[in-house]
């Protein structure tokens, strides 16, 4: 049995949201394989409640438009996205995700986003959680 070793690193290019502002969110994820053929690969991406996937591109030559589909899962929204099949040995993808979020009054000070690297034959998925602060910024003019 081929046993992978899958690796997960996530961040985001932007350094807060801003309240009140219709706001878009780059998420920018490292996918990798140090062990052997993954099958039927995906990336899980959990979004807070609030935002909304709107594309996704990797830097695997010829696939740069990722396969990847919003649902429900327990009335959470995820995208899957379909990294190989198989991810093979020593690859490493990174996926450039496009979001946009709305609501940010109701959402606290932060928003988190729970990743998940999985296969059909690795024993235990990769995890990492990506949390973004939430800022408010207002603005006023003092006329005297």
Do not use: W
Not at 2 to 13: E, F, K, M, N, S
Not at 16 to 26: K, S
Not at 36 to 47: H, M, P, S, Y
Not at 108 to 129: E, H, K
């Amino acid at each position: 049995m081929t046993i992978p070793d899958l690796r997960l690193a996530a961040h985001t290019p932007s350094r807060a949201l801003l309240m009140g502002a219709e706001a878009a969110l780059g998420l920018r994820v490292v996918a990798g394989n140090m062990g052997e053929g993954a099958f039927e690969t995906e990336l899980r991406v959990q979004l807070p409640p609030g935002t909304h996937y709107q594309a996704a591109r990797s830097s695997i030559p010829g696939q740069e438009k990722l396969n990847c589909n919003p649902r429900k899962e327990n009335g959470s929204q995820v995208v899957l996205c379909e990294l190989g099949n198989p991810m093979k040995a020593g690859a490493q993808v990174t996926v450039d995700m496009e979001l946009s979020v709305s609501g940010l009054e109701d959402m606290g000070d932060t928003i988190t986003f729970q990743l998940q690297l999985r296969s059909m034959n690795s024993p235990s998925p990769a995890n990492v959680s990506v949390t973004v602060p939430v800022e408010v910024q207002a603005e006023m003019e003092l006329r005297g």
